[in-house]
Nanobody
């Protein structure tokens, strides 16, 4: 199986920055697209950003110019640098990946457990 573990959430003031990390581990052959999603209280989970294995990125309009997604393929890790944070960015952030597992040999869509980001003064 494949597991994703996030870190880096916390409390930050408006205008501040945070960096989230998500490390994949387990029986990984390769990882395709990775992404970050978020779910605010009382709202549905929404896409924040994605990055392909060759580094092509996509962002939600609400975070363009403020958030940057990146990945280190050698470490099977992705990152989300969040700058100019706003109160409306408050949510649980989940990482996501499409991974090919070698035991069993199959494609999996894997989710992390989530990390809470709170933007408040």
């Amino acid at each position: 199986q494949v597991q994703l573990v996030e870190s880096g959430g916390g409390l930050v003031q408006p205008g501040g920055s945070l960096r989230l990390s998500c490390a994949a581990s387990g029986s990984i052959l390769l990882i395709n697209t990775m992404g970050w999603f978020r779910q605010a209280p009382g709202k549905e989970r929404e896409l924040v950003a994605t990055i392909t294995s060759v580094g092509s990125t996509n962002y939600a309009d609400s975070v363009k110019g403020r958030f940057t997604i990146s990945r280190d393929n050698a470490k099977n890790t992705e990152y989300l640098q969040m700058n100019s944070l706003k109160a409306e960015d408050t949510a649980v952030y989940y990482c996501n990946a499409g991974a090919l597992s070698h035991t069993p040999f199959q494609w999996l869509e894997v989710w992390g457990q989530g990390t809470l980001v709170t933007v408040s003064s």
